[in-house]
Structure formats: C-alpha cells, structure tokens
Nanobody, 126 residues
Framework: QVQLVESGGGLVQAGGSLRLSCAGAGGTFTERNVAWFRRPPGQEREFVAG????????RYEDSLKDRFTISRDNAKNTVSLQMNGLKPEDTAVYYC???????????????????WGQGTQVTVSS
C-alpha cells in the first residue's frame, strides 16, 4: 500500500506563501483522487482542496480557492498545494489523503479517503 509523505510546512509571516508537497512511497496513487485537509488548533479536520486522478478536475473549499492551488505530477507521483496570501487562520496541520482505487468525484468527506499522511505543520504569524 502506498504511503504518503508531506513536506513543505513551516513558519511564515502573514501574506507569505508556502508550497506543500505530498509524495507517494512504496506505491503509486496516479489513478486515485488526492485531497488536502487541515486541522486548525482545537478544531475539526476540514477539507482544503482535491484533485482527480488525471489532474483535470479540482475542487476547493470556497473560502480558499482564490489563494490555494492544488496540482499533481503523476510522473513523479506527487501532489502539491500552493498557498499564497497566507493568514493566521490558515495555521493548521495539513494532511494529504488518497482516495479509493476507483474513479469517483472529488468529495470533501474525510471518511472517503482511506490513506493518509502524517501531516505537516503550517504556522502563519501575524
């Protein structure tokens, strides 16, 4: 089973940018939807963005779509999340998640993603 490794998190000032990366190890997720979720301090996990297996279709949480961009490179077995104009409320642990091995729409429910990474911390200072 593929394992996911997130990277790219860190501390950034408000207005700055970060690019998160999710890499597959021990397998491939090139035929699966991939999504990013986040868990802000003391809050529930929430959907951030998703991309279908081919990269043609994307979906975003409405409040983030103007600042965040999800993309994938199936040749490298990676998915990225470009985050611009970061705000303190974007502070969270960000998780990469892979969907099932069937062609399905991009969904926002965490329960629909069977494989998860360990997460990477993003902290935005004011």
């Amino acid at each position: 089973q593929v394992q996911l490794v997130e990277s790219g998190g860190g501390l950034v000032q408000a207005g700055g940018s970060l690019r998160l990366s999710c890499a597959g190890a021990g397998g491939t997720f090139t035929e699966r939807n991939v999504a990013w979720f986040r868990r802000p301090p003391g809050q529930e996990r929430e959907f951030v963005a998703g991309i279908n297996w081919s990269g043609v279709s994307t979906r975003y949480e409405d409040s983030l779509k103007d600042r965040f961009t999800i993309s994938r490179d199936n040749a490298k077995n990676t998915v990225s999340l470009q985050m611009n104009g970061l705000k303190p409320e974007d502070t969270a642990v960000y998780y990469c998640a892979v969907g099932p091995q069937i062609i399905v729409p991009i969904v926002v429910s965490a329960a629909s993603y069977p494989i998860w990474g360990q997460g990477t911390q993003v902290t935005v200072s004011s």
